[in-house]
């Protein structure tokens, strides 16, 4: 549902043009239009009447729920009207795919819609590797991903990684773009004419052995922490894919661990954390490291 006031108006406007100024897509206002219910006040209404200031506009989008739902579990650790963030354990995919229709993340939020009577979609705001872990953000409708991209909010993601080897500088910000390689529609590389990607790096603690970073993306390129750290010269650990050895993880030790965002709806700026999981956390205390986070 989308529920919001009008604003003050300086000429004629009606409930789709108020649509457009509260951030609402042109291709979500055409499907509102042609199968949407909208109410003004709580009278029913249509896109073309007119509104006032302070008027309540109330408008109900068919969902069409495309993921089976299951029962799979999932930490949800923030959830409003409008987003949820999740704490997405390694092993699963964000979406079904071709060969994988079932057990992914799309199909437990459709669950958990379901179990709690919610009429919404799914929109994840960024991608997490089935092996990384951690944080990610669903919008519960378009129009809330659609804001996130329009309005200059802020949206942060920062990430802890475990690399091979003793890391040497302190802080390390990466400019370098990302391509698929020539012979792989899976595998990607630092390649000059790749996307823009931008990464900071700072060394948290070291040995011999491997290091624990904090990574911050000012970009979203598929693989990008994982890329940047083996065109570094150091993968992280368990990264067989971009050169990095399986002996202490069986996966990438990557893992979303903060979230910063200031909400779209609300304006409040909101952090959510997330523990490291039990394979980085022991590699962590084999270490003997003390940090917090």
């Known amino acids: 549902m989308i529920h919001f006031t009008v604003g003050p108006l300086h000429r004629p406007t009606t409930v789709a043009g108020a649509m457009k100024h509260f951030g609402v897509s042109s291709t979500l206002r055409r499907r509102i239009k042609h199968s949407g219910s909208c109410t003004i006040n709580g009278q ?18 068919p969902v069409k729920n495309e993921f089976a739902p299951e029962d799979i ?5 923030y959830e409003d009207d409008y987003l949820m963030v999740i704490d997405k ?9 071709s060969a994988v229709r079932d057990g992914t993340l ?24 089935k092996n990384t872990s951690g944080l990610c953000m669903v919008a ?9 991209d329009k309005k200059d909010l802020s949206y942060k993601r920062l990430y802890l990684a475990i690399c091979q080897g003793r890391y040497p500088a302190r802080v390390t910000t990466v400019h370098a773009p990302i391509g698929r390689c020539p ?27 491997y290091s624990l970073l904090q990574v911050v993306l000012h970009t979203g390129r ?17 990264d067989d894919l971009y050169g990095g050895s399986r002996r202490l993880m069986q996966r990438q030790a990557l ?4 979230l910063q965002f200031t909400h779209p709806m609300t304006h409040r700026f909101i952090t959510v954390n997330s523990q490291l999981p039990e394979d980085m956390d022991a590699l962590v205390r084999q270490a003997g490291w003390n940090y917090i986070h």
């Open 44 to 61: 029913p209404a249509s896109t073309r009447d007119f509104v006032r200031e302070g008027d309540v506009v109330s408008i109900v989008i």
């Open 73 to 77: 579990p999932i930490g949800i650790v």
């Open 89 to 97: 354990p390694a092993g699963i995919l964000m979406h079904p795919t």
């Open 106 to 129: 799309a199909n437990a939020v459709a669950y958990h819609y379901e179990k709690t009577g919610q009429h919404c979609s799914y929109h994840p705001m960024h991608r997490l590797d």
């Open 140 to 148: 519960k409708e378009p129009q809330i991903q659609y804001a996130f």
């Open 183 to 209: 012979d792989s529609i899976i595998t990607r590389c630092v390649r000059p004419d790749g996307k823009q990607a931008h990464s900071d790096f700072t060394c948290l603690a070291r040995n011999d052995e």
């Open 222 to 238: 598929t693989h990008q922490i994982r890329v940047h750290s083996s065109y570094l010269g150091y993968p992280l650990v368990g």
């Open 255 to 258: 893992h979303a661990y903060c």
